[in-house]
């Protein structure tokens, strides 16, 4: 099964905000690309420039490959061919917003680095999408790497999905509308880099802020923010809100009902800094007469976060 089975890239509400935008992409693999495919969705003519070769994703993950393309026009050019580049530079005159996601080394060899594009298309807004930042740019990464070190891999599991990847889309579209909006007021440098080793640690901080540890307030410990087994599945809950907590222990059934709420509020105090059992040890037993999804529907229907923990395929 291929991994686009389960990726949605275009936004559910098109929009034409970028209409009359013309974007170039040169770039392989999943940030670029699919960057170029948001925009796209936002009403731009967008050209993604791959190698002669082409890129690999076509043919491991043509699923994939395709929908991480939706409405983007794609052309294979050989850059070092002289006809060629004559005709890429064309197009780059009449852009809008270049796109890259090479290494700074390679973008040199093809004359293609910031400030060769910036001084010969001076109206011209590119984002670049690097490794690491500055002089780090050229050291070699992936995803998985980021993620390492990073710490967002626990035990030496293989990540659940592509964050930094992920991340990285995002902010390159955020980055070219900041761009085109500077470029707008007749402000500001028309370059910005993207790097998906900071994507990676700025999506780890709630982590390395022990907010999400085994000890952490959300990682847990709070019996209100936490995972339970049920008759059939696991459920998650999260009622941090007092609102929702306490609509929660009214409409629980009777070992609930009628609590004193001060021991509610105590055992939610306890879970800021350690777990507080009482309260748990009724919750689990609770959540064990029913199904995950039976819970799911009830929390529905009484404005209670609660959600089936679904596994993934």
């Not at 967008?46 to 082409?54: H, L, Q, R, S, W």
Request: hydrophobic share 45%.
């Amino acid at each position: 099964m291929t991994l686009s089975r389960h990726l949605q890239w275009r936004p559910v509400n098109e929009s034409t905000m970028l209409a009359g935008t013309r974007v170039v992409v040169f770039a392989l693999n999943l940030p670029g690309p699919a960057a170029g495919a948001r925009l796209a969705a936002n009403g731009a003519s967008v050209i993604k420039i791959e190698p002669a070769v082409g890129d690999r994703f076509a043919e491991t993950e043509p699923e994939f490959y395709r929908e991480v393309h939706a409405g983007v026009e794609i052309q294979r050019v050989d850059l070092r061919d002289l006809e060629a580049r004559a005709l890429f530079d064309r197009q780059l005159a009449n852009a809008d917003v270049l796109i890259t996601a090479f290494r700074p080394a390679s973008l040199k060899r093809l004359a293609l680095d910031a400030a060769t594009i910036g001084a010969k298309f001076p109206r011209l807004c590119q984002v670049a999408v690097v490794g690491q930042s500055g002089a780090a740019g050229d050291i070699a990464g992936h995803d998985l790497t980021y993620q390492a070190a990073s710490g967002l891999l626990s035990g030496g599991a293989m990540p659940s999905t592509l964050i930094a990847d992920l991340v990285g889309i995002e902010r390159v579209v955020s980055a070219t509308f900041a761009l085109l909006l500077a470029r707008a007021n007749g402000r500001g440098d028309l370059y910005a880099e993207v790097s998906l080793a900071e994507a990676a640690h700025d999506f780890a901080g709630p982590l390395r802020l022990g907010l999400t540890t085994s000890t952490g307030v959300l990682g847990g410990t709070n019996p209100f923010y936490s995972i339970y087994q049920t008759k059939s599945g696991l459920l998650a809950l999260a009622v941090l809100e007092e609102k929702f907590w306490r609509r929660l222990l009214q409409l629980l059934p009777s070992e609930l009902n009628g609590m004193d709420v001060s021991v509610a509020e105590q055992g939610r105090v306890q879970a800021l800094n350690a777990s507080s059992t009482e309260l748990r040890g009724l919750l689990e037993q609770l959540f064990l007469r029913r199904s995950a999804a039976d819970w799911e529907q009830w929390g529905r229907a009484n404005d209670l976060p609660m959600a089936v923990v679904r596994q993934s395929v």
